[in-house]
């Protein structure tokens, strides 16, 4: 069975930081990219970076600059470190890996469950 446990969201300030985590769990032999998306309320889910398992990244235009994506292949680990938080940033927040192969599941792509990032003063 994988699992995919996200922590780290929260209510932050404008300008300040947060650090996304998430760590897929089970007997996983490998997985090829993983990412981060969002959904703010009444909007569709968007993907805003994604890293290969070679470390290639990606961003959506409007958090380049501010937010890192970062793995450890070792612990079948993704981050995601946000700066400069804006109240646009607001949303739950997914991880998503992509083509995991596991002992006992299919192989495929698989989401966590989702965080709260809310950006307020």
């Known amino acids: 069975q994988v699992q995919l446990v996200e922590s780290g969201g929260g209510l932050v300030q404008p300008g300040g930081s947060l650090r996304l985590s998430c760590a897929a769990s089970g007997r996983i032999f490998s997985i090829n990219a993983m990412g981060w998306y969002r959904q703010a309320p009444g909007k569709q889910r968007e993907l805003v970076a994604h890293?290969?398992?070679?470390?290639?990244?990606d961003y959506v235009d409007s958090v380049k600059g501010r937010f890192t994506i970062s793995r450890d292949n070792a612990k079948n680990a993704v981050y995601l470190q946000m700066n400069s938080l804006k109240p646009a940033d607001t949303a739950v927040y997914y991880c998503k890996a992509e083509g995991l192969t596991a002992w006992g599941t299919t192989h495929g792509d698989y989401w966590g469950q989702g965080t709260q990032v809310t950006v307020s003063s």
């Open positions: 890293i290969t398992s070679g470390g290639m990244t």
